[in-house]
């Protein structure tokens, strides 16, 4: 079973428009981090979140880690083709600094 | 920038060939890691290094190998390769922690 729900699986947003990400997890969570992967090519990190309520920004990139470290969300202001690509989160569960990862969320952004 | 190359980015081989994956990092991280990304299940840890000729098994590791000579180089082996190992292989490396933080462009292989 997957131990890292990632939704929505797809998203299509119109360029200018909002959105957001979840990760969750069943299972307190030691750190998340998120990364994005452009079609076919390596994964770039982006954030990592350690604190339960802590809150990232980078650019127009806001990623959030709830108060119980089991769910985190990313949230994108005025999308830009430019966002497009797949999110991934990865999670570290033992303290050991070992990641796994969720699915992805494939997100596509029109111009 | 931290740089991680993967020597190719696709590979076709055939059922039982010896196949050789190559990722060199230029930025004299301790830490690299293998893993393979396959639709629905994402990214899995294959191996990880965390120093020159050091090795951990990740997630999946059977039917590969690893090899680490020089702290650069990073090579995963498959020793006889299998239609389920096609799938795209991603290298990552990282300078202290655990935690993958640059990764290549993948090598996508396929075993027909």
């Known amino acids: 079973s997957q131990e890292l729900e990632q939704s929505p699986q797809s998203l299509i947003v119109q360029e200018g428009k909002n959105l957001t990400i979840n990760c969750t997890s069943s299972?307190?969570?030691?750190?998340l981090y998120w990364y994005k992967q452009k079609y076919g090519e390596g994964l770039i990190f982006l954030m990592m979140l350690q604190k339960g309520g802590e809150e990232k920004s980078h650019e127009k990139i806001t990623a959030k880690l709830d108060e119980k470290k089991q769910q985190s969300s990313l949230h994108i202001t005025a999308s830009q083709p430019s966002h497009a690509g797949i999110y991934l989160c990865?999670?570290?569960?033992?303290?050991?600094?070992?990641?796994?990862f969720g699915t992805g969320t494939r997100l596509t952004v029109i111009p | 920038d931290v740089k991680v190359t993967q020597s190719s980015r696709y590979l076709v081989k055939r059922t039982g060939e010896k196949v050789f994956l190559e990722c060199v990092q230029d930025?004299?991280?301790?830490?690299m890691f293998w893993y393979r990304q396959d639709p629905g299940l994402g990214l899995r840890l294959i191996y990880f290094s965390y120093d020159v000729k050091m090795k951990e098994k990740g997630d999946i590791p059977e039917g590969y190998s690893v090899s680490r000579e020089k702290k650069e180089r990073f090579s995963l082996i498959l020793e006889s390769a299998s239609t389920n190992q096609t799938s795209m292989y991603l290298c990552?490396?990282?300078?202290?922690?655990?935690?993958?933080?640059?990764f290549g462009n993948g090598t996508r292989l396929t075993v027909t």
């Open positions: 930025m004299d991280h301790e830490n």
């Open positions: 990552a490396s990282s300078l202290k922690t655990g935690v993958p933080l640059h």
């Open positions: 990865g999670a570290d569960k033992t303290g050991a600094n070992n990641l796994f």
């Open positions: 299972k307190t969570l030691y750190g």
